[in-house]
């Protein structure tokens, strides 16, 4: 039998209510509580991979712009999702959850072998964190109410991308339940 992990990717207050955020960003929280509340209801992890930068050194403000800096307000998860006891958290530095991070080892010891990719954005830190999970083995689920990004090309181009390039099953959120 599968074991599923569900990762909420950067729903931080910088990318909802901060400096980069995006309208398309808030339609999306509801559906990641109802799944995270699911996920923990039937004992399947929750892992948050939260941007936590480093200003000095971080090429990715190059590119975005100041963003969800450690330690601050603007990098914390938003207030409608905070974790709950027992959810994983993985601080990261640049777009994939399991770059430099001990995500791989954590899902290995929880026996996951199917990673449920939530949050934000599609078409960038949830298609990285994809990327990254194909290459060491895991099967994806991408369910399409719970991810979105700035411009709906952006997303549909992302389903279609990771589908086909990742093999992950888009689905809806409601087929995990
Ligand atoms: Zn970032």
């Known amino acids: 039998m599968k074991k599923y992990a569900v990762i909420v990717v950067d729903m931080l207050n910088d990318f909802v209510t901060g400096p980069i955020a995006s309208p398309r960003v808030h339609h999306i929280i509801e559906p990641i509580k109802e799944l995270c509340d699911h996920a923990r209801s039937q ?3 929750v892992v948050y991979a939260n ?3 480093t200003p000095e050194v971080d090429k990715e403000f190059r590119v975005w712009g100041p963003h969800a800096v450690e ?3 603007g990098a914390e998860v938003i207030e409608e999702l905070k974790p709950k006891e027992g959810d994983v958290i993985i601080p990261k530095k640049t777009y994939s959850a399991f770059f430099q991070t001990p995500l791989d080892l954590i899902l290995r010891e929880m026996d996951v072998d199917t990673v449920v990719v939530t949050g934000w954005q599609a078409d960038c830190c949830c298609r990285h ?4 999970a ?3 083995g895991f099967d994806i689920v991408f369910p399409r109410e719970t991810t979105d990004t700035d411009t709906e090309e952006g997303y549909v181009g992302a389903l279609k991308y990771v589908e086909k390039i990742y093999g992950a099953k888009v ?4 087929d995990l339940y």
Do not use: I
């Open 43 to 45: 004992g399947m992890p």
């Open 129 to 132: 964190t994809s990327a990254d």
């Open 134 to 136: 194909f290459f060491r």
């Open 51 to 53: 941007d936590s930068h």
């Open 71 to 73: 330690g601050t307000y």
């Open 171 to 174: 689905c809806s959120v409601k």
